[in-house]
């Protein structure tokens, strides 16, 4: 049988919106995994945002309030785009086998993803596909799928911490991917914490 995450569905994003080419079965606008999450109520992410902008006005008690604000959506697109080349490493290594050139700030977090493919030696199968659930009416792109110990396993990769949306984050993947067609045995969080290692984290829960 011939899935979605095999054809590679043609559907473009805008602004947390999943919409068709016009050539795929794709009834309508989808909203993204992620937009519907934002709604939900993050006091983790406010905490560290707290916690920065503060380092940052000690730091430099001299800025002006739109100053240390600049400082601050800097440090933020920097975690941003950090987080996007950690994913693209460990998406390339799982799938060659070979090593890129990565900038030297994010070593501490590369190493962390060769001592976990040293450990679980996982095989890949999937990564960065489009999933859609027609049941609920949602949309979204998984990290990467893989054979650890023996399962299918649906990874999502973070470099920040783990919050309580993370898990119906990937029960949305998981129950997409299900319907589609492809018995996901197991879900888990790779957090890469920057500290040279590595967590891997288990999360298996309905989505009704």
């Given at each position: 049988m011939t899935t979605q995450t095999e054809t590679n569905l043609k559907i473009c994003k805008r602004n947390g919106w999943y919409y068709s080419d016009g050539q795929t079965e794709f009834p309508k606008p989808f909203p993204s995994v992620t937009k519907i999450l934002k709604i939900l109520n993050k006091p983790a992410l406010v905490y560290w945002a707290s916690r920065e902008t503060a380092k940052i006005c000690l730091a430099e008690p001299w800025l002006t309030e739109d100053e240390a604000y600049a400082r601050f959506k800097t440090l933020s697109q920097e975690a941003t785009t950090r987080g996007k080349g950690v994913h693209n490493y460990y998406k390339n290594f799982i799938q060659t086998g070979e090593k890129m050139d990565y900038p030297k700030q994010y070593d501490c977090y590369i190493?962390?993803?060769?001592?976990?493919?040293?450990?679980?030696?996982?095989?890949?199968?999937?990564?960065?596909?489009?999933?859609?659930?027609?049941?609920?009416?949602?949309?979204?792109?998984?990290?990467?799928?893989?054979?650890?110990?023996?399962?299918?396993?649906?990874?999502?990769?973070?470099?920040?911490?783990?919050?309580?949306?993370?898990?119906?984050?990937?029960?949305?993947?998981?129950?997409?991917?299900?319907?589609?067609?492809?018995?996901?045995?197991?879900?888990?969080?790779?957090?890469?914490?920057?500290?040279?290692?590595?967590?891997?984290?288990?999360?298996?829960?309905?989505?009704?």
């Amino acid at each position: 049988m011939t899935t979605q995450t095999e054809t590679n569905l043609k559907i473009c994003k805008r602004n947390g919106w999943y919409y068709s080419d016009g050539q795929t079965e794709f009834p309508k606008p989808f909203p993204s995994v992620t937009k519907i999450l934002k709604i939900l109520n993050k006091p983790a992410l406010v905490y560290w945002a707290s916690r920065e902008t503060a380092k940052i006005c000690l730091a430099e008690p001299w800025l002006t309030e739109d100053e240390a604000y600049a400082r601050f959506k800097t440090l933020s697109q920097e975690a941003t785009t950090r987080g996007k080349g950690v994913h693209n490493y460990y998406k390339n290594f799982i799938q060659t086998g070979e090593k890129m050139d990565y900038p030297k700030q994010y070593d501490c977090y590369i190493q962390g993803i060769l001592k976990f493919y040293s450990d679980f030696s996982p095989t890949h199968v999937h990564k960065n596909k489009i999933v859609k659930s027609i049941r609920h009416e949602y949309a979204g792109e998984i990290d990467t799928i893989d054979m650890i110990n023996n399962k299918l396993t649906l990874i999502d990769i973070k470099t920040g911490g783990i919050y309580p949306e993370h898990e119906l984050q990937l029960t949305a993947y998981k129950n997409a991917l299900i319907e589609d067609g492809i018995k996901i045995e197991s879900t888990a969080i790779l957090l890469l914490p920057g500290d040279f290692n590595y967590q891997i984290v288990y999360k298996d829960a309905p989505l009704e």
